[in-house]
Every structure is written in structure tokens, then in C-alpha cells.
């Protein structure tokens, strides 16, 4: 029998102790005064000769996640969302009973006491127990103390044993929490709606994804799990609603990577009478007001780069980045050979008959993305790769389209919405002639999402913003996994 199954065994051993003495090792509930949080936050200020001058006291639980027994006294360190608080158990206090009860907790159990508050020799916070509680048997043992859960592939499969053994992974889903309530509020105070749309298309739409295929046995028809919301938001300003947002789920069958999850979250918003230039500004105000409203100014680290997000920010268009950014002759702009020979220089494989507008996305991605690490929009668009943007006035080979990167990463994809119909469906026919070439990601054809153009939709103004990237950006993460509590992952043949 291995090491782990030996700690099992004796768990379970006892848990049956605990029965044999009437407690039940799997409690009901058990009604707190206090957060731990609370109480350190609350009486930690407090000196020992003020605890004794007015005693306080109160109840609180949490996991056992250090014990150290001294004879008739003991020190148990409770923890509870990430933080932490030391509780006295002493023999005397608690009587014959209770205590014996305590000699049986094992690291990873749960209990609630009631009790006062007063100050070690060593000046530590503490609980002197007057009432234990046993409230949930811990049947396996944590993570070994002294060095915590550290494999990245245990920590992302089993989330609940790393904020367990890592206090400080709790901070991070409060930020991300922090920061999407922070999104709510400053859209509905600029009179956006926030609505939901389905999750399930009948056409998949709204981006140029490879969509996972679902079937629903009733109706007898194949469905797709949404890569955006975008059409079907549109439809609504088609139906009348001026300024409309979603946050939610988007799922592209696609690779998994430090920014890449087939399941992510998304936030997208629609305003009528604007176009890409409103949303720019706004994109700006949104980005500093979350900064300074998460992480206390304007100015962020991320991975080692001083980020500053206070407006204005840059803005270059997409050709002349790749000439300006990427140091690459203007030739590549217009002529092909040029534009393969730049790519084999740069050691960027391509198909044999790639097209021009995609060996300039590679050169753009490979030379010029890697450098917008201060935000960035990245405007005017090609066309060709921009099925959903309106035309540019000036030059409709390109569309009024934007991109924000910040960090070497893009984080939102915003334009000036196409309302012509007919310019609509002339797109999506060419976007599905490039899927019967062979593009899994290209447009299908959306026949109601036309006629709903038809009925008319205003100017209108529309942008995606990954919540993931930006809940990295503003928490310093490295990577997606570390934002998100349960990730994707490669199946597990070892459990």
C-alpha cells in the first residue's frame, strides 16, 4: 500500500472514530459571526492590552491547515477563501471532551468555533476556543505544506486543491470578479442593455472561427455553440434598441495555448448613431476606469513591462504597421512576389498558393504584433479579411475597423457596422466560397441575419473585448489557465 492510500486508510480510520462518539464527521449548518478575512481586517490594529480591556468575541470556521500540539494546549491555522487566522485550543477551556475531540483533526478537516480574541506571546491574532464544532472530515491528505501544489498540470485539473495550497490564486478570481462588475457598471451608467442572446446557432456567425457541432435530438437538427453573439446582437438594434452589451460564453473548436481556451469569455457591445472612432474613445475610458478601479492607477506591470492606460493611446493603420512596425519594404503592400520573399526571409511557412492578403496577416502577426506591448489600435482593415466592417468612404478596399493590442496581444476587435444588405450578401457568398475551398473558419451564409438588414439597421458601431486577456493584463497572469478556474485541458490517462 502506497504512502497515500496509508494516509487514506488512516482517515478513514478516523472517521469512524468520530462516529463512535456520536459526532458526525459530515455536519449541517453552522452559522458564523465573521469572516477570517473580516476579523483580521477589523481587530488586527488591536493591541493585546485593548483586547483584554474589552474582550470580543466570535465565531468563525474554516480548514485546518496547521496544527502544532502542545501537550494539554494546541494551535490549529485555520483558512477560509485564501486567508487566514491561528485558533487556541486549550484543554482547560474547552473541557476533557472537546478536547480529546481535537487530538483526532487531521490537516485538510473542517470546524467552526465560538471564542475570544487575544494576542500570543508572539503578538499573532488568535482565537481562544470556547466551543468546537466538527464540521467535515478531510478523507484526503493536501498538498505537503512546506512546498504547496506547484505542478502547473495538477494545479489547472484540480482547481479546488490549488486554492487550497495557493491563498493567493483566491485573489485572482476576485479581481476578474471585480473587474467584470466594474464593466456593468460603467456600461449601464453610459445606458447600454445588457441582454442575452442564444448559445446555440442554427448558422454559425459572427467571426471567423471553426464552431463546435451539437444536435438536438427533438428537432432533428444539427446546432453550433456560438463562436460570438455578434449577429444576433445586431439584430437587435435592427429591432430598435439603441446601446446593447452581453458578457458571456464563446466556444471555438480550436488550439489551446497561454491565450487560448476553446471556452472563453467575451464581451460584446453595440451603440447606434456611432462608429469605430466613438468606440475608440470609449474602449479608452472603459480600459483606465478599470484600472484605476481594480488595481488603484493608471498604470499596470505586466510580465516585466510598465503598461500605461491613461488615453490617448496610439493609433496606426494595419498597412503602414507592417511598413513602419515591421521594418518591411512598402512593396509587400502591393506586390506578391515581394511579399513571399519577406515571408521566407522571416522563416514564415505558407502554402504554396496562399493569397496576398493572407501573407500580409502573417507578416502583420509575426513582425508587428510582438511590438504593440503600449496600447495600440491597430486601424483600417483589408477588406478581405473583414467580412462584417463597413467600407472605408476614402477607400473601400479597407473597412473602419480596429483592433486594441496591448502587451504583444490583441484584446478587442471593434468596427463601424455594415448595415448595407447587399453588400452584406455579397461578402457572405464570398466568404462561402473560401469555405468550399477548404476554409473551416470562413462565414456561413445567413439568410435571416440579411433579411434583418433588410428591415434597415441604423449606423451603428460594435466591439468584442476578451475578457480572459484583460483579466491577465490587469492581474499580471501569464497565462489564460491562470484566469479561468476550470481550463481546458488534454484528457487525463493517469487518474
Excluded at 47 to 76: D, N, Q, S, W, Y
Excluded at 99 to 105: A, D, G, I, R, V
Excluded at 350 to 379: G, W
Aim: glycine share 6%; aromatic share 8%.
Amino acid at each position: 500500500m502506497d504512502e497515500l492510500n496509508e494516509q487514506q486508510q488512516q482517515r478513514l480510520e478516523k472517521l469512524h472514530q468520530l462516529q463512535e462518539k456520536g459526532v458526525r464527521p459530515f455536519g449541517t449548518s453552522f452559522p458564523t459571526t465573521h469572516t477570517l478575512d473580516a476579523i483580521v481586517q477589523t481587530y488586527d490594529s488591536l493591541t493585546k492590552e485593548e483586547l483584554e480591556a474589552t474582550p470580543i468575541t466570535c465565531t468563525v470556521a474554516g480548514r485546518i491547515m496547521a496544527m502544532r500540539r502542545f501537550g494539554k494546549a494546541a494551535f490549529a491555522g485555520l483558512q477560509e477563501e485564501g486567508h487566514r487566522l491561528q485558533v487556541y485550543l486549550k484543554k482547560d477551556v474547552l473541557g476533557d471532551h472537546a478536547y480529546e475531540l481535537s487530538q483526532t483533526f487531521d490537516l485538510g478537516d473542517w470546524i467552526g468555533v465560538e471564542g475570544r480574541l487575544f494576542r500570543t506571546k508572539t503578538d499573532e491574532l488568535t482565537v481562544e476556543v470556547h466551543t468546537l464544532t466538527f464540521l467535515t472530515k478531510g478523507l484526503r491528505p493536501l498538498p505537503e505544506k512546506w512546498h504547496g501544489l506547484t505542478d502547473i498540470e495538477t494545479r489547472y485539473r484540480q482547481r479546488y486543491v490549488d486554492l487550497i495550497a495557493n491563498p493567493t490564486v483566491h485573489q485572482v478570481f476576485r479581481m476578474r470578479s471585480r473587474i467584470i462588475s466594474s464593466i456593468r457598471t460603467f456600461l449601464t451608467d453610459r445606458d447600454f442593455l445588457e441582454v442575452e442572446t442564444p448559445m446555440m446557432h442554427p448558422i454559425p456567425g459572427g467571426a471567423t472561427a471553426r464552431p463546435f457541432v451539437t444536435h438536438h435530438n427533438t428537432l432533428s437538427v444539427d446546432l453550433y455553440l456560438r463562436v460570438a453573439p455578434e449577429l444576433y446582437l445586431k439584430r437587435l438594434i435592427v429591432g430598435g434598441f439603441r446601446r446593447v452589451f452581453e458578457i458571456n460564453r464563446n466556444f471555438r473548436n480550436e488550439g489551446i495555448s497561454t491565450i487560448h481556451n476553446p471556452e472563453f469569455t467575451m464581451l460584446e457591445f453595440y451603440q447606434a448613431y456611432a462608429d469605430y472612432q466613438d468606440l475608440m474613445v470609449l474602449t479608452e475610458q472603459l480600459f483606465h476606469q478599470l484600472s484605476l478601479d481594480v488595481c488603484g492607477s493608471a498604470t499596470v506591470d505586466y510580465q516585466g513591462q510598465s503598461i500605461n492606460l491613461a488615453p490617448p493611446w496610439t493609433r496606426l493603420s494595419y498597412l503602414d504597421s507592417i511598413v513602419e512596425l515591421g521594418k518591411l519594404d512598402k512593396a509587400v503592400l502591393s506586390k506578391h512576389d515581394q511579399a513571399i520573399k519577406a515571408a521566407k526571409s522571416l522563416g514564415i511557412a505558407m502554402p504554396p498558393k496562399a493569397s496576398h492578403i493572407d501573407l500580409l496577416v502573417a507578416l502583420f502577426e509575426e513582425t508587428v504584433e510582438p511590438t504593440l506591448i503600449q496600447p495600440t489600435f491597430i486601424t483600417d482593415f483589408p477588406i478581405e479579411i473583414s467580412p462584417l466592417a463597413r467600407k472605408k468612404e476614402t477607400n473601400p478596399a479597407l473597412t473602419d475597423r480596429f483592433e486594441l493590442f496591448i502587451g504583444g496581444r490583441e484584446l478587442a476587435n471593434g468596427f463601424s457596422e455594415l448595415n448595407d444588405p447587399i453588400d452584406q450578401r455579397q461578402r457572405f457568398e464570398a466568404q462561402v466560397t473560401l469555405r468550399d475551398a477548404g476554409d473551416e473558419e470562413a462565414h456561413y451564409l445567413d439568410e435571416d441575419f440579411i433579411r434583418a438588414l433588410e428591415y434597415g439597421m441604423p449606423p451603428t458601431a460594435g466591439e468584442g473585448i476578451g475578457i480572459d486577456r484583460l483579466v491577465m493584463l490587469l492581474t499580471n497572469q501569464a497565462s489564460i489557465r491562470d484566469v479561468i478556474l476550470f481550463p481546458q485541458l488534454r484528457p487525463d490517462h493517469t487518474s
